[in-house]
């Protein structure tokens, strides 16, 4: 048999928040953009941390979060897209090693459009060919290229809108806590969990924490679990644990619960 030569092309879809990597070769700041009626504009950093040139086109995807915190595809026409409100320049970079970019994102409102949260994805795929490979020998060779993209949430919100969050822990193992969210109100929330234990009248220590949890406007509820990772010497057992869900742009406390181990 002749070489056989494979390409991978592999679509990641995360809710993150902070930076991003993109991929092994793309840094792209911020994870996630939110933008409203005042805003003149919102802009993504690129950068490219590899050593060659890269190509990337952005498309709009209409993703929309499921009660577990996945995201499915909505399809072109779904209602409450955020990409039919939005004014994307450019939309298609070329990046030379160690070079930045910036994308900018302009709001274009008509009049009499409704009050509500609009949300799109945006996400950035490599178009950069792989570096060519080359198989020789009598056997099979292989060679496995990975592509990365990233889609990352754009939410433009009009009019006054507001959301609170409720939590209460629904299952508790050896592996974490499951955590049941609940929310009202008009907007998306976002935030870190983290989780606390300890014994009545005492400090407790964090002994698990899951970052960049959102439950997005589409959503009341949603589940999601925060893995333990104690400190060592801690073991979770009888005593208060705490669950905390915190904003990280103001340190506000959104939602607290806490439950008594035996």
Do not use: C
Request: overall charge neutral.
């Amino acid at each position: 048999m002749r070489g056989l030569s494979f390409l991978l092309f592999v679509l990641l879809a995360p809710v993150l928040l902070g930076a991003a990597p993109a991929s092994a070769d793309l840094l792209i700041t911020p994870k996630r953009l939110v933008l409203d009626a005042q805003s003149r504009d919102g802009s993504f950093r690129l950068v490219n941390t590899s050593d060659r040139a890269q190509s990337y086109e952005l498309i709009w995807q209409q993703l929309r979060m499921n009660e577990m915190g996945g995201l499915d595809d909505q399809g072109e026409n779904a209602a409450g897209a955020a990409s039919r409100l939005l004014t994307l320049a450019p939309t298609r970079v070329t990046l030379q090693p160690g070079e930045r970019q910036t994308v900018r994102l302009i709001p274009r409102l008509p009049e009499g459009l409704p009050e509500g949260e609009y949300m799109s994805h945006l996400l950035f795929r490599p178009v950069t060919p792989p570096p060519p490979g080359s198989a020789t020998g009598q056997g099979a060779a292989m060679q496995l290229a990975v592509r990365v993209g990233f889609s990352i949430p754009v939410i433009l919100r009009h009019g006054d809108l507001a959301a609170r969050a409720a939590i209460r822990p629904i299952g508790i193992d050896a592996g974490g806590v499951t955590v049941e969210m609940q929310r009202e109100g008009t907007a998306s929330l976002f935030g870190n969990m983290s989780v606390f234990w300890g014994q009545p009248g005492k400090d407790g220590v964090q002994v698990g924490r899951l970052d960049s949890v959102a439950i997005y406007a589409n959503l009341t509820r949603r589940t999601v679990t925060v893995p333990f990772d104690p400190a060592s010497g801690v073991t979770v057992g009888a005593g208060l644990l705490m669950v905390r869900y915190i904003d990280p742009a103001s340190n506000a406390v959104l939602a607290e619960s806490t439950v008594r181990l035996e």
